[in-house]
Each structure stands twice: as structure tokens, then as C-alpha cells.
């Protein structure tokens, strides 16, 4: 079984970077037909998908935050990461990491971390 677990602060400060990990246990992040991503949930906004990175380490990522958003990964430690800059207090949100597993054509197989709570704020 996948599980995902999110770590990183709970609280940064304006202007500043946030920074998430994703630790991946019960398979390898460089499975073939994996897909790893970062969405996160706000009252003002509801469920947002940010980015993901692949199986061979290539990044998606939402048109709306590309420019301050960057997906990396760490295969020594199976993990992969979240870095947003310059945030601001709307960034406020539930961060979820993810899996998604393209079993055969079309069939996918989907796995959650529980979220990390990242408050923006001074």
C-alpha cells in the first residue's frame, strides 16, 4: 500500500518561500506510470491543483502559479517536494501531496498524504 506523508512548517511569513516534502513509502517515485503532486484547499478558493512531477522527474505545473511555484524530487530518499515563493496570506491553506498511478490505460489508482495545515502570515 502507498502512503504519503506531507511535512514541513506550519507557519511562514510573507515574501518568504514555502517549502513541503513528501515522503513516499510502499513503492518507488520513479515507478513507471507514477504522477506526484501538491494540491492544496482554502476557504476562499476550495480544492486547487498546483503541479505534479513524473515518474522521470518531468514538472507540471498550474498556469496560475508556475511562476512562483517549483516541484522537485529526491529519489535517494523517495521523496518529492514543494517550494512556493513570494507568498502572501492568501497562500493560507491545507496542502495535500499525491499519487496517482496509471495501472493499465485509463485505470488510475489514486493516493493522499492527510495535509499540512501552512498559515501565511506575520
Known amino acids: 500500500q502507498v502512503q504519503l506523508q506531507e511535512s514541513g512548517p506550519g507557519l511562514v511569513k510573507p515574501s518568504q518561500t514555502l517549502s513541503l516534502t513528501c515522503t513516499v513509502s510502499?513503492?518507488?517515485?520513479?515507478?513507471?506510470?507514477?504522477?506526484w503532486g501538491w494540491i492544496r484547499q482554502s476557504p476562499g478558493k476550495g480544492l486547487e491543483w498546483m503541479g505534479a512531477?513524473?515518474?522521470?522527474?518531468?514538472?507540471y505545473y498550474s498556469p496560475s502559479l508556475k511562476s512562483r511555484t517549483s516541484i522537485s524530487r529526491d529519489t535517494s530518499k523517495n521523496q518529492f517536494s514543494l517550494q512556493l515563493s513570494s507568498v502572501i496570506p492568501e497562500d493560507t491553506a491545507v496542502y495535500f501531496c499525491?499519487?496517482?498511478?496509471?495501472?493499465?490505460?485509463?485505470?488510475?489508482?489514486?493516493?493522499w498524504g492527510q495535509g499540512t495545515q501552512v498559515t501565511v502570515s506575520s
Open positions: 512531477i513524473d515518474y522521470e522527474g518531468i514538472s
Open positions: 510502499g513503492d518507488s517515485i520513479t515507478t513507471s506510470n507514477y504522477y
Open positions: 499525491g499519487g496517482r498511478h496509471e495501472v493499465r490505460e485509463r485505470i488510475f489508482q489514486d493516493y
